[in-house]
Each structure stands twice: as C-alpha cells, then as structure tokens.
C-alpha cells in the first residue's frame, strides 16, 4: 500500500518512474532496493537510477531526518528550448521548494550532464544536508577535488568553492539575490590553480577543457604563479543588461584589468575596455603558448609592457575595436643577440579590418661578441593583408643598412624586399668576417635584394660598390711566393671595387668580385685588375646582417694556379682603348692579371 501512495505522489510531482522495486516500509525507516524515475525540466530531462536506498524518519512530527542512497546515476540532457535561449529567468516562475530533509547522502554516485560544450561528469561522493540557520550545504567528492555548495534557506543567496585534494582552495563564488532581478556575483581564485582545475576537472565539459588544452591556456599556468583573479558581474534586470569586471593582481598590484557590459534585450552585444600594465617577462610567460617556436630562446631581464583594449563583439558579427600596446626598456637576449634599452608600439586602429601600425626603437643591438648595430628604428603599419615597410634602418660597420620602404603582401609569397647599404666602412666589415689574414680600408655601397619565403632567404644579383679608395691586405700563407697575385693582395691600394651577391635557400652563396688598383712594391705600382669569384655555404646569410666567405681557400685556388707561359716572345701591347686611362702591365706579367 505504501509502494502505492508513493507511486501516486511521484506522479503528482511530474515524475515519471519506469521501475520500482524491493519498497519496505517500517515505524522509523524505510528501504528501497531499486528505483528509476525522469524528471521534465525547462531545460531538458533528468533520469536518474537509485539503488539501495534507505531512509530514517520520525512519523510524530512528521520529519525525514535522514536519506541514504548507496548508489545514484543521474543524467541530464541540456536541451536548448526557445524559452530558455536568452538566458533570462522567468519572472512568474514558481520559488524554489524548500529543501524537506536533514541529511542526503550518496555513498556512489555518478552524474553525466550532455551539454552544448560536451559532456561534463563527476563520480565520487555527494550529500546534501541541512546547516546553520537552516542553510542547505551541499558537497561533492572525488579523489581528486572537493566542490561546496552553501545556500540560503530560500535559494536567494549561494556560496560555491572548490578544493584540490590534496591541496588549497581554488576559487570561491558567492552569489546574492538570486530570486531578484538585481543579481550580484563574484569569484576570487588563485589563477594558476584555477586554470590548472579547469583543464584537469571532469566537472568541465569535455570540449571546453580540449579547447583550453589545444588553446596554451594550461602551458601558461606556471607565469600565473602568485597570481590572483577576481571576477564581479551585476545585473539589474535578471540578465538583460550585464556589468562587471576581471582583474589579475599579484602582490596587490594590478597586472590586468578589464570592464565589461552586455546586453541581451534586443541583440547580445559585448562591450569590453581593459588595461595591461605587466613586466615583460610576466607578459611573454602568458603569451608563450601562443607564440611561434622561434620564440622559445628569447628570454626577457628587464622591461614593461603597458596597454588599453576597447572591444565589442556581437555574435554572427566581426568584432570591432581598437588597441595600444607599449613596451619600454627592454632587455632581450634571443642566443648570441643582445637587445638594450628598446621600445615598441603596437597600435590596432580596427581589428575588425586587421589595421595596425608597429614601431620599434633600439638604441643598442649586440649581434654577437665583436659586431653591434645601434639607432634600430622599424616604422610599418599592415591593413588587411597589405604590410607597408616605412622605415627599417640602423646603423652599423660605420654606415646605414636600410630596408628601402614597399608593400607587400604577405600571403603571397615569396616576399621581395631590398636591403641597401650606404657607407659601409670595409674594414668593420671584414673584421667581421674573422678572417684574420684579410683586411681592407674604404668605403662600399649597394643594394640586396631579397625574396622571403616562410623557411627561406634568397638573393639575386645583389650589387656592392666601393664609395672611396681603400686598400685590401691579403697576410696569409702562400704556396708560391713569387706569385704576383700574392704579392699585389699584399697591400693592394684599390680605386674601384665592385662584388656582385648572390645566395640561394639551400646555402649556396657565390661572390663575384671586380677589383682595380695597384701595390707600390709590384711592377713599380703599375696598375693590376683582379676578378675574384668567392663561393661556399652560408646557412646565415643576412640573419646576421653581414656576408662572409672562405676568402683564404677562394685566393689560394685560383692565385696560385699559374698558366702556361706563352710559346712565342710576347708582341708590344696594343694602345688602351679610347677612354681606359689605365695603364696596362708588361707583356710578361699579364699572365697574372
């Protein structure tokens, strides 16, 4: 009979059962072995299966003091019905039932929830149970992790933490009231954990936590260590207009912050104003995840980055919006590259049209032990796929390299770029190259091109010229020093220099020089033409910033190679042609020419 009345009330309740079984009714308690019933919500069906229940009760009073569930399944699909898809609670909808017991607990219980993120699930121990001045406390445990719910009697006000087992808290959640349209929540967390739950908790449907692993959320965990997180969001009209607030603070200072508003009344629009004001290496510590992997030798010492961000985002739209990004002071090491004192500015005019302008300013570039490059300064700005080079120069090796200001665009590639060359001081120049048997004075100019592929460098048929006379001093070994080559690249005091750069994407490079001078100790000064044609690998071309060559073996192949001497006396020589006022050596010396 009493399996009956149950049955009866169930149904009163909306409560579909499909199975029930083993029911035992007693003065004090009640068992049940088996029982599975559904359950119609607004925003989906509950079915749950209970096994092994039993429950203590006082029929005097009447009072349920006690329900204990040995195991509980319970599965909810989320069904997105138009009456919930804003969001927005229903006014006339009935209050909340007060809850009827002193204590629910679950030794097992199981619990899968089908959302439209995937599937979120817990499995370990619940129990629900009444508290001080009748607060509903509910908790959930796993090996893993604890979650605490505490509610006002009449559901208006929440309290929500959750603990790592073993370990600290992770966040806490209160929320005030809940049955008014002006509700009010906040969470405080510490970030580094919270984000650490997030990617590790099953409770997080499936998709989300793949999205935050694939995303780098998780990898920036260690650079939010120390680090606290608040989160206030209001509304006064049960979420039809929404305001609130997100901060990162460690050691009580601010790191990030940003404001939010949306409303829902006609068409969701998100508007969000935030701030940034982070030391370097905290800010490439979050952003290393996201970052190429070229990235992953960089490492920051000194330097800030400050920044404001307006966004607005509504759904099915493009967001529009605009940002500044600073950094100053920066020190930089990215391997044997040393950055001091640098600044950028990143300005965003229209994320939605992909407008921004960058500049960059460092007074000091260390490119190596012996080679620096000072007075950096990069002026560009990109628009859609279209990058504008205004300004890329620097000074270095005594004169200006320079990228000569186009538009490119950069997904279509290969990218043509020329870098020019004005005053370059040879000597600053070979020095670089540590060949220590080659020297030289003077001046060149010119320009390279280049074509940049996403893996590749190329130069065509780049062109350098000396600017003014110099001399170029070959001190190596020799392997026949009678050779007038040899003798000449001694101390050859030239008055024109051309090299013509060629390097290829698998490391080929090929060096043609022209060279016209003449060595006061050779042929009495008479004046000597040399073509020297310098090839090899160089993986690093211009990564650098400078080209170098096996010049030493390059000299030796081909001075030393000595031709055959003529069969006949040599003839006079010929006049020079009109307009060649260089005067050429004897007969007997052209040979080494």
Not at 55 to 78: H, M, N, S, T
Not at 186 to 214: C, G, I, K, Q, Y
Not at 368 to 390: C, F, K, P, R, S
Not at 416 to 438: C, G, H, M
């Amino acid at each position: 009979m009493m399996a009956l009345v149950l049955q009866q009330f169930l149904e009163r309740a909306s409560v579909s059962t499909s199975k029930l079984a083993g029911f035992r009714f007693g003065f004090h308690q009640a068992e049940l072995s088996e029982i599975e019933f559904g359950v119609e919500t607004g925003a989906g069906l509950l079915s749950a299966r209970l096994e092994n229940v039993s429950a203590d009760y006082d029929l005097g009073v009447p009072k349920v003091e006690a329900i204990l569930v040995g195991r509980a399944q319970l599965k909810f699909a989320y069904q997105d019905h138009p009456a919930n898809k804003t969001g927005i609670a229903d006014p006339n909808a009935p209050s909340p039932v007060a809850f009827p017991l002193e204590r629910l607990s679950v030794e097992k219980l199981d619990i899968d929830i089908d959302t439209p993120w995937g599937l979120s699930r817990f499995s370990g121990r619940g129990e629900i149970k009444r508290g001080d001045a009748n607060a509903i406390e509910v908790s959930f445990l796993d090996a893993g992790q604890s979650l605490r719910f505490k509610f006002s009697p009449d559901f208006g006000t929440a309290r929500v933490s959750a603990e790592r087992l073993p370990g600290g808290k992770v966040f806490e959640l209160n929320a005030e009231h809940l049955t008014q349209p002006n509700k009010h929540a906040n969470l405080h967390a510490d970030a580094a954990s919270f984000v650490e739950w997030l990617n590790a908790s099953s409770l997080v449907p499936e998709t989300l936590r793949t999205n935050m692993s694939t995303s780098g959320i998780s990898q920036a965990t260690p650079s939010l260590s120390s680090t606290r997180l608040a989160i206030n969001l209001a509304t006064p009209d049960n979420i039809e207009t929404l305001q609130g607030s997100m901060s990162l603070t460690r050691d009580s200072r601010e790191l990030v912050h940003a404001d939010l508003s949306m409303a829902t009344r006609h068409q969701t629009v998100v508007d969000v104003d935030g701030r940034l004001d982070m030391a370097a290496t905290e800010l490439f510590g979050l952003l290393k995840p996201w970052l190429p992997q070229t990235t992953g030798d960089w490492q920051f010492s000194t330097g800030t980055v400050q920044g404001a961000m307006n966004l607005r985002w509504q759904p099915n739209r493009n967001s529009s919006g605009t940002a500044h990004l600073k950094a100053s002071d920066l020190a930089l090491s990215i391997g044997s590259v040393k950055v001091q004192n640098g600044s950028i500015a990143v300005t965003i005019a229209d994320i939605a049209k992909h407008s921004m302008a960058l500049s960059a300013n460092v007074p000091k570039l260390e490119l190596g032990a012996d080679m620096a490059a000072a007075d950096l300064i990069v002026n560009a700005h990109y628009i859609g796929q279209d990058l504008t080079v205004e300004r890329a120069a620097m000074a270095m090796f005594g004169g200006l390299l320079e990228v000569l200001p186009n538009t490119v665009n950069i997904n279509q590639l290969p990218v043509i770029l020329t870098l020019r060359l004005q005053d370059v001081d040879l000597s600053q120049l070979l020095s670089s190259l540590k060949y220590q048997d080659l020297s030289g004075s003077g001046t060149v100019s010119g320009e390279l091109p280049l074509r940049l592929s996403r893996e590749a460098i190329e130069l065509q048929d780049g062109m350098l010229t000396g600017v003014h006379p110099g001399v170029i001093r070959y001190q190596g070994p020799v392997a026949d020093n009678e050779n007038i080559a040899f003798k000449a690249l001694r101390n050859l005091a030239y008055h024109s220099l051309q090299a013509k750069v060629n390097y290829r994407p698998n490391g080929d490079y090929h060096l043609g020089f022209r060279i016209k001078g003449s060595n006061p100790e050779v042929l009495s000064g008479h004046p000597l033409a040399f073509n020297l044609n310098v090839s090899g690998q160089l993986p690093e071309l211009l990564r650098r910033g400078f080209v170098a060559g096996d010049f030493e073996r390059a000299i030796l192949e081909q001075a030393t190679a000595r031709p055959t001497p003529p069969e006949k006396p040599a003839k006079p020589l010929p006049k020079p042609p009109e307009g060649d006022q260089q005067p050429t050596p004897p007969p007997a010396d052209r040979r080494s020419q």
